[in-house]
Each structure stands twice: as C-alpha cells, then as structure tokens.
C-alpha cells in the first residue's frame, strides 16, 4: 500500500525534553511538509522540503529542527526551545511543490508536560 | 487579516438535506484551491480541488469567484457520515507553492 506513516501515534515528554517524530512516505513523492493543528486552529506550516537535502523554515519554524536524508523521510524534532509543543502534529507530501494538493500522514499527538 | 477565511459553524442539518460552506480569500497571487475534508482527530483528507468553471463530484460542487476572492462547496442530500469539518484551502505558487489552511467548518448531519 502506499502512502504516509507517522509514528508513534501519540506520545509523551516531560518539558525540557527534545523529541523527534517520524514521517515516511513510499508515493515517491519529492516534496514533503510538516504541519500543527492546535485545538480550533487551521493547520499551520513548520517546515518543507522540496527535493533530499533542502528544506525551508515555514510560518512557525522556531523551536523545531528537520532533516531530508532520504527521499522518503522527513524527520521532525521538537525541541525543548518550542514554548507550546503540545499539539496535533501532520506530515504530508505532494508529488512537487507547484500547485499540487497535498496527502497527509494520520498524525501524531504529542503532550509535553 | 486572515489569509482564508470560513465560518467556523457549527451546521446542524438533518439527513438530506443541502448545505452550503462559503469562504474567502485575502490574496489575490493564490493559484489553486481545494476542500479537504477533516474528521475528528484524524488527518485532513482532500475532498476536491476547484476549478475556475466550477466542478462537480456526485452529490459535492465546489465553486470558484476569483474576482470576489470566494470559494463554496454545496453538498446535496447529506449522509450521516458527511458530518466533518471542512476546510478551505488555497495554494499560492511563489517560488515553493505552500498551502494556506483556513480554520474549517463544522457539519453535524443528523438523523
């Protein structure tokens, strides 16, 4: 099957604390995206990537980090220097940056307490 | 101001019935627009994308204004499992295209 997996499906930190969450994609798709959902909120952009190697900061890029190693994966790391981690966070690739929708992973819930 | 703009609901409609969802747009460089569709606590899912003349999936129209900056979507006879929230979304291809996420808009479909 194709598609976008997120791991894990929810998952908890203490403050303080980095963690890192996981997105892969086999619908060899070259661009890739991570998204917050707070509770009432559009989803809100936090990095993107067009092509392995690159990736630009979003509209609420401080407190995260991400790295495109492979064309499949596109890693997010939360660091301990985001001031509301706790959030809806979703992964989601489209087949270029250029005016095409976008498929979405089914998301991980983080709480940071 | 806010870059797409949709009524946050909820709608409460009963079962069949027809129900429109309008939103806005602020800036006039967005090139492509979509509806996705979101249940609750899952990721969104595309619904359709709009076409300037109009396009037409089974019982969903999405419609397109660019002069007055709108987008609608009509859903006709409305299932039980319509009930979502539904969300605006429009493309502006600058450079990277991102994808601007209006808030959503609730639909609660009852029997």
């Known amino acids: 099957d194709g598609g976008i997996t997120q791991s894990p499906k929810y998952l908890f930190r203490k403050e303080g604390q980095n963690v890192t969450l996981s997105c892969e994609q086999n619908?060899?798709?070259?661009?890739m995206y991570w998204y917050r959902q707070d509770p009432g909120q559009g989803l809100r952009l936090i990095y993107y990537s067009q092509i392995v190697n690159d990736f630009q900061k979003g509209d609420i890029a401080e407190g995260y980090s991400v790295s495109r190693e492979k064309k499949e994966s596109f890693p997010l790391t939360v660091t301990s220097a985001q001031k509301n981690p706790t959030a809806f966070y979703l992964c989601?690739?489209?087949?270029?940056?250029?005016?095409?929708?976008?498929?979405f992973g089914p998301g991980t819930r983080l709480t940071v307490t | 101001r806010k870059e797409v703009e949709q009524d946050p609901g909820p709608f409460n409609v009963p079962e069949g019935a027809t129900v429109a969802f309008n939103c806005t747009y602020s800036n006039s460089a967005s090139q492509s627009f979509f509806w996705y569709r979101q249940d609750c606590r899952k990721e969104p899912k595309l619904l359709m994308s709009?076409?300037?003349s109009g396009n037409e999936d089974g019982r969903f129209t999405a419609q397109l204004n660019r002069a007055s900056q709108y987008i609608s979507l009509l859903i006709r006879d409305s299932k039980l499992s319509d009930s979502a929230t539904y969300l605006c979304v429009a493309l502006m291809n600058s450079g990277y295209s991102t994808l601007t996420f209006g808030k959503g808009t609730m639909l609660l479909v009852s029997p």
């Open positions: 709009v076409y300037s």
């Open positions: 619908l060899n798709h070259d661009a």
């Open positions: 989601a690739s489209s087949p270029s940056t250029s005016g095409y929708e976008q498929y």
